[in-house]
């Protein structure tokens, strides 16, 4: 098989003029015929005005580059979909598919031999995995890395778990707005993802644990000079990679990285939108992902790591104390070190020649851990037949027992109509209900699962009480919120049945949900339930008609392979 230049050649039905042609156009850019002869890495970019989580992507592109050319390679850099959480309508994981689907693409259409993926924000480094995945060329991932902490008031400050506290101190009136925005300028004071252990910290570091990216990637703050050399280091890889011909990524996905995965996700109490990105991600590779092996692995394993929303710290610290190594070292019972990564070593061997040197109060020991299992636990019932997800380290534990009565809310457009309804017919003993929120029904399965509390219970001092939803919810984001509920209520799951009044149990320890109404009362409502009507045309149309649930991934239906 040809590489560099001289593959994938256009289609003319004449392989010698299609290179004709292609040289031509690089001389014509300035190029020599030299170029033809060396290996040709991609540098996959995410840079974009509307993204300023990447504005550092330029940056590092220039840094891949200059490691690919120091390497004997060389680099092109082309543009992907870029997604942000707070300027993609009406939520990014509408989008993260359509990315998935351009970067397979991509990998498939252009002359490359390796790519580093430059991503970050929440669903770019999913969607480019999936798309490698199917694409199966040899690839590296290259996070931009997490902003700094910000300061105010002798605090330091981590969006987005403190924009969300600080909200709500503002929505329940406990917060002056003129104290609010000196607190919101401070909040995001550098480029780069969120700096706690939301989902963008959370994907790079399950990344780097699944062995899709040079050690200490995840955790490097996005404006240190450790992130430009983590970039030059991974252009100089992929110039291996390329002579190589691998590791591709069906040699580094495996059921061992997806359950190294599972613990590094447990002992990092990390976001639940992993849950869906790592189905995902395993789909692609005709793997499945157990939602029950997921939460076995947290009976066992231990939070470790002491960052926000969960604990203290920052990513900049977790950086100082370590990284992942460190964290893989205290946990290496848990996980299997032979898996492999692209740089050829073993996650064992990674650990063997990392620095010893670690910060007991970053990266606790198995002796002293933030919580002792069970960051997130996977819940069944009649509520929810196919699962749903609530992260019990950032939960109340007295409400880990609950029973009340439903206050539901049909859509997003009815949550924002009526939670702050003076008359709303709520107390601290209801269950709230959000549903149509989920991936058909919303569509795109938005972060509204963390449903704020009714402005008049905020009032009295309220600050957590049991939500149940077929959404996600932000990785930065706390409270006792049972997420994805699955099937969603537009698929016709038992979420669509519920009824103000309806009697909700939950008991966390038995792993249990249900909704206390009688099967033949079900029936009759389910007589009465028609599905919502789907939209006109487009992507979106796509999008509801083969998407899958929240336990396949969201993704779509023919873009994963079929399990093994």
């Known amino acids: 098989m040809s590489k560099g230049l001289r593959s994938r050649l256009t289609q003319y039905g004449d392989a010698g003029f299609a290179l004709f042609l292609r040289r031509g156009f690089l001389k014509g850019a300035g190029f020599t015929d030299d170029a033809l002869d060396r290996p040709i890495v991609g540098v996959l970019s995410t840079a974009s005005d509307f993204n300023p989580c990447h504005k550092t992507a330029p940056m590092l592109a220039q840094a891949v580059a200059r490691g690919v050319r120091l390497a004997g390679g060389l680099p092109f850099v082309f543009p992907t979909i870029s997604l942000h959480e707070a300027f993609s309508f009406p939520t990014s994981m509408l989008l993260r598919n359509l990315m998935a689907m351009d970067v397979e693409e991509m990998l498939r259409a252009l002359p490359l031999d390796a790519v580093v993926m430059i991503g970050g924000c929440d669903k770019t480094i999913p969607a480019e995995l999936m798309g490698a995945i199917s694409a199966d060329v040899p690839s590296l991932v290259l996070p931009v890395g997490a902003m700094l902490a910000g300061r105010h008031e002798g605090t330091r400050l981590g969006a987005c778990t403190d924009c969300r506290?600080?909200?709500?101190?503002?929505?329940?009136?406990?917060?002056?707005?003129?104290?609010?925005?000196?607190?919101?300028?401070?909040?995001?004071?550098?480029?780069?993802?969120c700096m706690v252990m939301g989902t963008a910290s959370t994907m790079a570091c399950l990344a780097e644990t699944m062995g899709f990216t040079l050690p200490g990637a995840a955790s490097a703050p996005a404006v240190s000079a450790d992130r430009v050399r983590i970039a030059e280091a991974?252009?100089?890889?992929?110039?291996?990679?390329?002579?190589?011909?691998?590791?591709?990524?069906?040699?580094?996905?495996?059921?061992?990285?997806?359950?190294?995965?599972?613990?590094?996700?447990?002992?990092t109490c990390g976001s639940t939108n992993a849950l869906v990105h790592l189905a995902a991600i395993a789909g692609r590779a005709g793997l499945s992902y157990d939602l029950g092996e997921l939460d076995r692995v947290g009976r066992d394993v231990p939070v470790l790591l002491n960052l926000k929303p969960a604990g203290s710290h920052f990513m900049e610290d977790?950086?100082?104390?370590?990284?992942?190594?460190?964290?893989?070292?205290?946990?290496?019972?848990?996980?299997?070190l032979s898996a492999r990564t692209v740089n050829g070593e073993t996650l064992g061997d990674v650990i063997a020649r990392w620095p010893a040197y670690v910060d007991d109060d970053v990266?606790?020991?198995?002796?002293?851990?933030?919580?002792?299992?069970?960051?997130?636990?996977?819940?069944?019932?009649?509520?929810?037949?196919?699962?749903a997800a609530i992260k019990l380290a950032a939960a109340t534990p007295a409400l880990f027992r609950f029973a009340g009565p439903a206050l539901v809310f049909e859509s997003l457009d009815d949550l924002a109509r009526r939670i702050?309804?003076?008359?709303?017919?709520v107390t601290d003993k209801h269950c709230l209900v959000l549903r149509n929120a989920g991936p058909v029904g919303a569509p795109g399965m938005p972060e509204a699962g963390a449903l704020?509390?009714?402005?008049?219970?905020?009032?009295?001092?309220?600050?957590?009480?049991?939500?149940?939803?077929?959404?996600?919810?932000?990785?930065?984001?706390?409270?006792?919120?049972?997420?994805?509920?699955?099937?969603?209520?537009a698929a016709g799951g038992p979420l669509a049945l519920v009824r103000d009044g309806d009697m909700i149990r939950m008991d966390v320890g038995e792993r249990r949900i249900e909704l206390m109404v009688d099967a033949g009362e079900l029936g009759r409502r389910r007589a009465q339930w028609r599905p919502p009507a789907k939209p006109a045309r487009g992507y979106a149309r796509l999008y509801v008609e083969r998407v899958t649930q929240a336990d396949k991934g969201c993704d779509f239906d023919f873009l994963a392979q079929d399990a093994r």
């Open 363 to 387: 990266v606790r020991p198995l002796d002293r851990p933030l919580a002792r299992s069970e960051a997130i636990a996977i819940l069944n019932g009649n509520l929810a037949p196919q699962g």
């Open 234 to 267: 991974s252009g100089r890889q992929a110039v291996r990679m390329a002579i190589a011909g691998g590791p591709k990524p069906s040699e580094i996905l495996t059921p061992a990285a997806l359950r190294n995965a599972s613990v590094v996700l447990q002992a």
């Open 165 to 193: 506290r600080i909200w709500a101190a503002y929505r329940a009136g406990t917060l002056a707005e003129p104290d609010l925005d000196r607190a919101h300028d401070q909040l995001m004071p550098t480029s780069g993802t």
């Open 452 to 489: 704020p509390i009714p402005k008049k219970l905020g009032a009295k001092g309220v600050t957590d009480m049991v939500r149940i939803s077929d959404a996600r919810m932000s990785g930065t984001a706390f409270g006792t919120v049972v997420l994805h509920v699955t099937p969603e209520a």
């Open 318 to 336: 977790f950086h100082a104390s370590g990284g992942l190594p460190a964290l893989w070292r205290r946990l290496r019972e848990h996980l299997d």
């Open 420 to 425: 702050d309804d003076p008359a709303l017919p």
